[in-house]
């Protein structure tokens, strides 16, 4: 179990998934993968069928209006002045009770090297909020950021499709790095560096209190994203993703993906902003006949939207023995 | 076995995927320097201090205040006569901070209660200092500061330990008090956005400058609109030529809010407030 969730925080640090060896699969894996192979014609029709009765988008709806009605509650509270939720992303208020972005929080302890009991009580509370919820179902389910980031990567993909550019990538440990790499600069300069740069407080403020000139750096991410490096932001640099990652680790709601019912057509990765968590999804390679989809998803459901056949799911763990 | 008949080394399969290996490690290198680079940017504008701000009232020193402020903005919404504002990025590390642009619209203590403090969930904004904060003594006042709009109440005090700034007549050759002139009409204007409050109107509601002309026989407006009993006065005082004359002059117990800057009539302001500054003798 342990090793489970090592691996899970390897991955997200950048390293690349495990290959697990055959003989370490359990006998339920074994007895599925065995046959899958043997029944090709049927896979194949298995596959078609499927595709032909698959629901689109359910999740991406679903997503979308939690995301956009969250940012513009920040909006209406105070433009239409009913302070339900003030403040922004970084900071708020909600009803009167704290709530801190863990990753803002983070960098001013570390500039400021004081903590007030306000914001013990904000961070404590964001905490526990995302780790019942998944840590990084901050990014795709409240992120403003993220949402800008989503679209400009449909452009993306289009354009790669189209043969116009070509996608470039990064090592992804270089994520983990600047998240050490900004903590330092908070704790050594006593300034939150971060936060300056930082799109989803940029973003969130312009929503909340207009824009201004921060939001050309927030263009000039996205136009890099668009023509040269997918989801480069959120995938190589944002640390506040590996913040909410790290809290996500032992949360007890994730993405369950059989075995049993996987085409592997790999739509799924595809679709994924962080591909490396579906490892176990390419023909072959899981080891058990049902597995957990590591820390480092977003929990965003695009791939159980693209799955034709069920293999991926959300799932609330402990849920399924009560029920 | 011959040598001829081994399978070719894919050497070009090879040496095509180490070269994809080498410029993704040089490309991620780039992105780390172009990063850190471009945040570090941000430290000009702070080290130069081009622009010096005046934080809301009770805000820590500047170099505390840029460290503690999580860029939230929840000061801005309570603020009645919403006299903060944000800092761009072009002000580097101090994005998103709060400010007040005492000329534009000053703080007027409205809220009676300081709420910038209030909601502030940093301690970035503080009633009181802790102790392990560092300040200077120029900066706190004598005597907690009496707010003239709650003079009559039981509890006449504003909880302010320290002053942002304190103000300042930088031109008296445009003072209208100086030169012995009056004031009549709209102290800034038809077109003047910025609000206060005046306690004869009503003192739970902001009402814009524009909405409240004058006629004074002698311009007072600094000293009739200070919110703080004491923080300034018309001083009689004789020039060079023997002529007697009157004069704003700032007392100790100015905190620096910044309404007399607002309220100046004359353009530019003659009297300002100079943002972090202290009480001197």
Redesign the interface.
Known sequence: MANKYWESVRVMLGGEPRKVEAPEFTEEAKTIHFYKRSEKLDFDALKLEARAHQKKGKWLKRRWSVLLAINLLFTV??WLDIQIL???L????MLGF?L??LN??LQ?ML????I?V??FI?TGTVFVLWLLLGGRTFCSWVCPYHFLAENAERLHVYLVEKKKISD????RG?RT??WV??AL?AAI?????????SPT??VS?AL??GP???L??VVLLLLFEVFYSRR?WCR??CPIGLTYGIVGVFSPLHVNYKLANCHHEGECRRVCEVPHVLDCVIKGRAPQAEMDIGADCTRCGMCIDVCPSGALKFEIKGLRKIM | MTTEKKPAAPTGVVNKRKLEERR??L??MI??AA??G???L??IP?ASAWRVRMRPPGALEE??F?????????C???CPVQAIK?D???H??G??MPYIDSRKQACDFSCDAVQCIL?????SLVYKK?V??PSRSEMKVANPPILLAKEKDPEPTLNLKERTGLARLVRPDACLAVQGKGFKGQARGADFKGRMRFIEVDRWKPIRLSDHPFDLELCDLCVRTCPIKGAISLQPVLDKDGKKHMTPTVHEPCLGCGVCEMICPVEPTAIVVDARKGWSA
């Open positions: 509270s105070f003030e403040g922004a970084t900071a708020s208020r704290h801190i972005d803002s929080a001013v500039a400021h090297k004081h007030i306000n914001l904000g470039h990538t990064f090592h270089v790095v600047f790499l900004f600069m300069t006593g300034y939150t560096v971060f936060e300056t740069i407080g940029i403020r909340v209190y201004g000139l921060a050309g750096w480069a190589y640099v | 993704k490690f490309r991620t992105l780390g990063v850190l471009i945040s570090t941000g430290y702070v170099p505390d840029l460290a503690s402020c999580i860029k939230c903005g929840q801005v919404q309570v944000l761009d990025i072009d580097g590390f994005v998103g909601a502030c969930p940093t301690g802790p392990y904060m």
